[in-house]
């Protein structure tokens, strides 16, 4: 077969790239007798469908399964153009692979375009690949010390975990492999939190520090000017991030690291921080603490008493959204209250001894920890009612990360790490 387009030297480019790179592409040859020639119009667009579905712009599938993608374009006067070799392509192919004909198999959790495109007119769709397992499953960490939290990126494939001993692993796959990465410390890690791919921290007892500009090929100790140990932190951007500790410790850094500005609003521990935006944040510890900054944390306001129980992890999703965690199996929450962010607090049972907490959305949230044995609870009503999902271990789980409604890792003690591709259900 072979493709004509007098009219249009883009597309010959594009062409006589693909005669040179792929002729398997031309059904009879770029050239020499015998061969049948197409005419390539002027093009308007690129639809890639499935079957009759020409609406799809992101497609979900399992490791291991394959799905058939077709693919249509239009002439400048909307019109289909039959019989066009498109060029197929993964942007990740550790995520799907596909050949010639638009044909894709699931290769590794995560999330990745397919492209269709012919004479540089193109069309893409999200493909999302899941390991095709329900619930919670156990991921091989190759350590046996306490994890005591675990971070990924967006794209649900790069995470870290952190723990005691100045441990620090790694993934690119999604959990499949985890290895250590040497952070130069011995000091235990409490905390780690990226601001990109590359820009990462992690932080733990006695002030430490530690900080990646490579994604944690090397991490750098930073001097933070605290002797308190840090327990958790937070980052809004690149440039703007928070730490806090014992002896009610809360750092600020405005300038990526560069320099921490520390105070302490507080003498109990606090042991989670979080925000929404630069200016809006809580921070939440023993004894019932709670502590609101509307001033990037510049200043910091003691809340009114709930409990007395302590509080060990915080997610602030706006301005009136937050949620707690901690022992006896408290779950606070806030209201808008006349147009004030309100606490009222909310209990899963007071056996559940709860470490960290996330939410997906407004309503739905887990909380993890431990009461006899490792315990997940979900809510879907934000955090009025809690059902308790299957977990295989019986260790303290120490923190939970979700990338989306169906991807998170749990990591805890022992050097567990597990991980959901349903959402733990």
């Excluded at 649900?156 to 005691?164: F, K, L």
């Excluded at 492999?177 to 235990?188: A, D, I, Y």
């Excluded at 900054?293 to 409990?307: C, Q």
């Amino acid at each position: 077969m072979k493709i004509v387009q007098p009219l249009h030297p883009v597309a010959v480019r594009s062409l006589v790239g693909l005669c040179l790179i792929a002729p398997t592409l031309l059904a009879a040859g770029c050239s020499g007798k015998g061969t049948t020639s197409i005419v390539i119009p002027p093009l308007s667009r690129v639809v890639i469908s499935i079957g009759a579905d020409t609406t799809v712009v992101q497609d979900t599938l399992n490791v291991g399964v394959h799905v058939d993608f077709d693919a249509t374009a239009y002439d400048l006067s909307g019109n289909p153009v039959p019989g066009l070799p498109f060029t197929w392509r993964s942007t990740l192919q550790q995520v799907f692979a596909v050949n010639r004909d638009g044909r894709v198999l699931g290769v590794g959790e995560g999330e990745a375009l397919l492209i269709a495109d012919i004479s540089g007119v193109a069309d893409t769709v999200d493909v999302l690949v899941l390991p095709g397992t329900s619930g919670w499953a156990l991921q091989t960490s190759n350590w046996s010390a306490p994890l005591n939290d675990v971070y990924f990126d967006p794209d649900g494939r790069h995470g870290w975990a952190v723990g005691d001993g100045g441990a620090v692993l790694a993934t690119t796959d999604a959990g499949v492999t985890w290895t250590r990465e040497e952070s130069h410390t011995l000091f235990n890690l409490n905390a780690v939190w990226f601001t990109g791919a590359n820009d990462g921290w992690a932080v733990g007892n006695a002030g430490m520090a530690v900080h990646t500009l490579d994604g944690g090929a090397n991490w750098t100790p930073e001097p933070t000017g605290a002797s308190e140990s840090l327990r958790d932190v937070f980052f809004a951007y690149p440039d703007t991030g928070w730490a806090v500790g014992t002896a009610g410790a809360i750092l600020r850094t405005v300038d990526a690291g560069g320099t921490w500005q520390k105070q302490n609003p507080t003498t109990a521990p606090l042991n989670a921080v979080a925000f929404a935006g630069t200016l809006l944040g809580w921070a939440v510890g023993d004894n019932g603490t709670i502590l609101g900054t509307v001033d990037r944390g510049v200043t910091w306001t003691i809340e009114p008493s709930l409990t007395s129980v302590s509080f060990r992890g915080v997610v602030r999703r706006s301005e009136f959204v937050a949620f707690a965690a901690g022992q006896q199996g408290v779950v606070p929450r806030t209201t808008n209250v006349a147009g004030v962010p309100t606490w009222e607090l909310q209990n899963t049972g007071a056996s559940n001894q709860l470490e960290d907490v996330f939410y997906t959305s407004d309503v739905t949230g887990y909380a993890v920890g431990f009461n006899g044995t490792s315990i997940v609870l979900r809510t879907d009503d934000a955090g009025v009612n809690w059902t308790s999902q299957d977990m295989p271990a019986g260790v303290t789980l120490r923190s939970v990360y979700f990338v989306d409604g169906l991807r998170g890792w749990v990591v805890g003690d022992a050097g567990r790490i597990f991980h959901t591709a349903t959402g733990g259900e």
